[in-house]
């Protein structure tokens, strides 16, 4: 089995910075894509920004410039630092994993962490 689990999550008010983390464990034979999702109440879930095995980042345009998603290979850990949070950034962060436990890829999802911006 693969585990997901994300932290990092909280209160804050806007302008304000956080950052979360996400590590994979497990029975692991290789990771691609690494990404971080999120939900906000009534909504769909949406992709905020992923990241290659390679390093080639992608994001959502309602974060570019704000967000910056990393990852730690040899930790099989991916961050989120998240810089100017708004209000309308408040929802469940889910990180999703994209791993290899026998022949072929399958996605790992976490359980999610709370953000909060307040105004």
């Known amino acids: 089995q693969v585990q997901v689990v994300e932290s990092g999550g909280g209160l804050v008010e806007a302008g304000e910075s956080l950052r979360l983390s996400c590590s994979a464990s497990?029975?692991?034979?290789?990771?691609?894509?690494m990404g971080w999702y999120r939900q906000a109440p009534g909504k769909q879930r949406e992709l905020v920004a992923i990241?290659?095995?390679?390093?080639?980042?992608s994001y959502a345009d309602s974060v570019k410039g704000r967000f910056t998603i990393s990852r730690d290979n040899a930790k099989k850990t991916v961050y989120l630092q998240m810089n100017s949070l708004r209000p309308q950034d408040t929802a469940v962060y889910y990180c999703?994993?994209?791993?290899?436990?026998?022949?072929?890829?399958?996605?790992?999802w976490g359980q999610g962490t709370q953000v909060t911006v307040s105004s």
């Open positions: 999703k994993v994209n791993a290899r436990r026998t022949w072929s890829y399958s996605d790992y």
């Open positions: 497990g029975t692991i034979l290789s990771i691609n894509d």
């Open positions: 990241i290659s095995s390679g390093g080639t980042t």
